[in-house]
């Protein structure tokens, strides 16, 4: 049955690129956009399907990896992940729902079958 809509999943930049100890969450991720690459031909045209693919976000999970570390290093490993960007910071949680409402608008009309990076560059590198 095909309607008219759009979906919007959420990847993420390590399911793109692969990463140390991440070899389940990449494959995850990997598996999250590839869905969305054949569910966009199996609801096409009238449902568009794209995936947001994040890189680090200020939000409770890379908070949560620095503060389990010896609090020695807090600094200097949200320093690292902050390094990892292109842009030399991690993403704002805005940032993805600008990403989000983009997509769920009319002026994304001709985008179906996206993985879109909102990583700050992590991926470009």
């Not at 390590?14 to 991440?22: D, K, R």
């Not at 949200?78 to 390094?83: D, Q, S, T, Y």
């Not at 990076?117 to 590198?125: F, L, R």
Request: with cysteine; net charge negative.
């Amino acid at each position: 049955m095909k309607g008219n809509g759009v979906v919007t999943n959420m990847g993420s930049s390590l399911g793109l690129v692969g990463g140390a100890n991440s070899a389940a969450y990449c494959a995850a991720k990997g598996g999250i956009i590839n869905f969305t690459k054949a569910a966009a031909v199996d609801l096409a045209p009238g449902v568009r399907v794209n995936a947001i693919c994040p890189g680090a976000i200020d939000t409770n999970m890379p908070r949560g990896v620095v503060a389990a570390m010896d609090p020695a290093v807090h600094d200097a490993a949200w320093k690292g992940l902050e390094a990892l960007h292109l842009v030399g910071r991690v993403g704002q949680v805005e940032e993805v729902v600008a990403v989000a409402a983009f997509l769920a608008g009319d002026s994304a009309s001709f985008i179906n079958g996206a993985a879109i990076p909102v990583d700050g560059g992590w991926t470009a590198q």
